[in-house]
């Protein structure tokens, strides 16, 4: 059995495959069964078994993907919601007040934007938009005493920006503010944000955790005792969590997070690599290529530099929308993070609602999320497309 340096923890490949998953005791089942029951019989008033009450406070299902969940993020708790957006909410609600302040990143999912400047900022929470590469530029964000969250994501949606989370961590907590990280984009097979001293992980499971386009689901990992029972009352109180169903699926993609990660960075450098060719791409966006401002930092923190890569048409917003619409092997679609691979223009689609917003993106901007086809199947179309859009 692989094993990490230590020789105390089993690998994330093992760790994906059995946390939270051991066989059923009583029926040797190797797949983790769906619970699909609301409540459970009392052996007497109170009498619980195993802790099991009614499945919006757990589930047996549930309880196996947050195992999971913690244990790919090398963090003590996981909790599994019924979309990235409810998580999102349970945290700002479990752990900030009307009148506290977070710090967000200048470019992120438009839903998340949405969320922070037309749900939580009319409830009374203020927020200070500052780019998550420039750790001076955060640091100046922060209202000292006030802001109690420092939110990053890192890759960024849509730019692929890279945060160092290292000294972020230092930044927020310096300030006595938490780091949360939105993992998304990277996945706890290419980046564990714990593990260099973020407090909370975000994920978005309906990506590449499910891994298949096939489930709406969010998370969040802790490593804290007390910030996992605040946030475990709020997933309780407010009620956002993942069905027995949705969890078992989600469940089942993190068994092959680790091959699917790999093949999806892989083939997303050879499409970077190709984009670079191309004299209509005026800037192509990953991670991975040297010339990328966050390279470096990205090379310290993450295992590979994974599947999602943007570019920008030199002709403009027209030509972006012509591209998207003239792919074949790329699916036009939102979202990201399934095997299959899909285009997208986040100006009109997934971003739209931060048109006019400091975080409004470019027009001429395309979202690629690389899925684990045939490569030069992907670059074939990409070139066609880019041939009729200039044609
Ligand atoms: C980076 C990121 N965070 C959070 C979300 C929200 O997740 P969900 O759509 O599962 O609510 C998304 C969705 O696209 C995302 O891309």
Redesign the pocket.
């Known amino acids: 059995m692989h094993r990490d340096d230590d020789r105390q923890r089993p690998g994330f490949e093992t760790l994906a495959i059995r946390a939270g998953q051991e066989p059923d005791p009583r029926t040797g089942s190797v797949v983790p069964a769906i619970y699909a029951t609301s409540t459970y019989k009392q052996d007497g008033v109170g009498g619980l078994r195993e802790g099991y009450e009614y499945s919006r406070s757990a589930n047996p299902t549930r309880t196996a993907l947050q195992q999971c969940l913690a244990a790919l993020e090398a963090g003590s708790h996981g909790l599994a919601f019924a979309?990235?957006?409810?998580?999102?909410d349970a945290l700002l609600r479990a752990l900030c007040r009307p009148g506290d302040h977070v710090v967000i990143p200048d470019d992120?999912?438009g839903?998340?934007f949405r969320q922070f400047s037309r749900v939580h900022e009319p409830w009374g929470l203020h927020y200070t938009i500052a780019p998550v590469a420039d750790v001076d530029a955060v640091r100046g964000a922060i209202d000292p005493g006030r802001t109690k969250i420092v939110w990053v994501?890192t890759p960024t949606?849509p730019l692929l920006g890279i945060a160092d989370i290292e000294a972020l961590a230092e930044v927020a907590h310096g300030a006595g503010a938490l780091l949360v990280v939105?993992n998304?984009?990277a996945s706890p097979y290419l980046q564990q944000p714990l593990t260099r001293g973020a407090d909370i992980v975000?994920?978005?499971?309906?990506?590449y955790c499910g891994g298949h386009s096939d489930v709406?689901?969010?998370a969040l990992v802790v490593d804290d005792d007390d910030l996992a029972e605040q946030l475990t009352f709020m997933q309780n109180a407010a009620g956002a969590v993942a069905g027995p169903f949705d969890s078992w699926l989600v469940l089942r993609g993190l068994r092959t997070l680790p091959v699917r990660m790999d093949r999806h960075s892989g083939n997303a450098e050879r499409v970077a690599d190709f984009l670079t060719t191309r004299a209509d791409v005026s800037t192509v966006l990953w991670p991975g290529l040297p010339g990328h401002p966050g390279h470096e930092v990205a090379a310290k923190q993450m295992r590979h530099f994974g599947g999602m890569v943007s570019f920008r048409l030199a002709a403009g917003t027209q030509a972006a929308v012509d591209v998207v619409e003239a792919c074949e092997v790329f699916t036009l679609a939102?979202?990201?993070g399934g095997v299959e691979s899909l285009i997208e223009h986040p100006g009109l689609m997934?971003h739209a609602s931060v048109s006019g917003s400091p975080l409004e993106v470019p027009g001429d901007l395309v979202r690629l999320s690389v899925g684990i086809e045939s490569v030069d199947d992907l670059i074939a179309d990409l070139a066609q497309a880019l041939d009729r859009a200039a044609g």
């Open positions: 979309s990235g957006l409810a998580a999102e992120a999912y839903g998340t994501e949606n939105d998304t984009f975000v994920h978005s499971t309906t990506k709406i689901g969010g939102e979202s990201l997934t």
